[in-house]
């Protein structure tokens, strides 16, 4: 069974930096797409950041416009986990990150979640202005 356990949410004030992790349980993920989501309070899911797989060992990331510049995601393929560095945080980065996987080599950008084979139980982030 293929389980995504995040960690790493918590609260903090504007400006400060958090990372969050995604361990991969049951698969790898190491020829697949990952990456995170967020749902904010009576918000819709959205699309935060994605690493596909690129072929040959490689990796591109993507970002939403909103986290651009702020926010890194990478990926350890030994330790089947996926990581998102936040820095520069705001208020209207609180949310419930969810930890997302795909078994194709990109990752849906799709707020609906269609496209996504796997997704993670969240972690919360609280960012107090």
């Known amino acids: 069974q293929v389980q995504l356990v995040e960690s790493g949410g918590g609260l903090l004030q504007a400006g400060g930096s958090l990372r969050l992790s995604c361990a991969a349980e049951?698969?790898?993920?190491?020829?697949?797409?990952m990456g995170w989501f967020r749902q904010a309070p009576g918000k819709e899911r959205e699309f935060v950041a994605a690493i596909d797989y690129n072929g040959a060992s490689t990796y591109y990331a993507y970002y939403a416009d909103s986290v651009k510049g702020r926010f890194t995601i990478s990926r350890d393929n030994a330790k089947n986990t996926v990581y998102l560095q936040m820095n520069s945080l705001k208020p209207e980065d609180t949310a419930v990150y969810y930890c997302a996987a795909a078994l194709s080599p990109k990752l849906s950008r799709s707020n609906t979640g269609r496209g996504i084979d796997y997704w993670g139980k969240g972690t919360l982030v609280t960012v107090s202005s």
């Open positions: 049951g698969r790898t993920f190491s020829n697949s797409a």
